[in-house]
């Protein structure tokens, strides 16, 4: 069955930088767009990245542009975001995505998530 | 930015009542690209309805989604024990995809 699994959050301080990983199985990994989405705590759902199957189209929110980085690694089925000058505001729990067949905004399969606290 | 206004932010209703959730775009949603989630506590959010009103694999007939351009509709038709959660919508057809904040179903 399809399986996401995050990894990589937890506490870093104002300014420091994080790499979170998603293991995915399942599925075959490189036949599908990736996203990161993102909650802040007791808020909704804000959309991250997103990744194409070769990584050839990338695109971020303003939010994070410029400081966040969204990468895979077909061959490991995994998909990273690397998170630089974390900021306050960066506080949530991310959730890994998978874009469906057809659509890469829609969102089939989550995974449940790693949180990250940015704190002094 | 395409946001989404969801209303109403709570909707408190009894275990068999109909739910209807609001969703509103500030413009148009490309192709009606427009989706429903719902989630749990501590749990990721699950997709229900897409395009807006085909139903996600697995998902309950008394789950239904309705609307277009900048007005959609999520309809619960009796509500089960399982179906008070967060509800949120989200439009993929341009980007940035963006959520809507969310409308709570709880128990009266």
């Known amino acids: 069955q399809v399986q996401l699994v995050e990894s990589g959050g937890g506490l870093v301080k104002p300014g420091g930088s994080l790499r979170l990983s998603c293991a995915v199985s399942?599925?075959?990994?490189?036949?599908?767009?990736m996203s990161w989405i993102r909650q802040a705590p007791g808020k909704g759902l804000e959309w991250v990245s997103y990744?194409?199957?070769?990584?050839?189209?990338?695109d971020y929110a303003d939010s994070v542009k410029g400081r966040f980085t969204i990468s895979r690694d077909n061959a490991k089925n995994s998909l990273y975001l690397q998170m630089n000058s974390l900021r306050a505001e960066d506080t949530a729990v991310y959730y890994c995505?998978?874009?469906?067949?057809?659509?890469?905004?829609?969102?089939?399969?989550w995974g449940q998530g790693t949180p990250v606290t940015v704190s002094s | 930015d395409i946001v989404l206004t969801q209303s109403p932010g709570t909707l408190s209703l009894s275990p068999g009542e109909r739910a209807t959730l609001s969703c509103r775009g500030s413009?148009?949603?490309?192709?009606?690209?427009l989706a429903w989630y719902q989630q749990k506590p501590g749990q990721a959010p699950r997709l229900l309805i897409y395009?807006?009103?085909s139903r996600a694999t697995g998902i309950p007939d008394r789950f239904s989604g309705s609307g277009s351009g900048t007005d959609f509709t999520l309809t619960i038709s009796r509500l089960e024990p399982e179906d008070f959660a967060v509800y949120y919508c989200?439009?993929?057809?341009?980007?940035?995809?963006?959520f809507g904040q969310g409308t709570t179903v709880e128990i009266k």
């Open positions: 990744i194409s199957y070769t990584s050839t189209y990338i």
């Open positions: 395009g807006p009103s």
């Open positions: 995505a998978r874009g469906t067949v057809t659509t890469a905004g829609l969102f089939d399969y």
């Open positions: 413009q148009s949603v490309t192709n009606n690209y």
């Open positions: 399942g599925f075959t990994f490189n036949d599908y767009f």
């Open positions: 989200q439009q993929y057809g341009s980007s940035p995809w963006t």
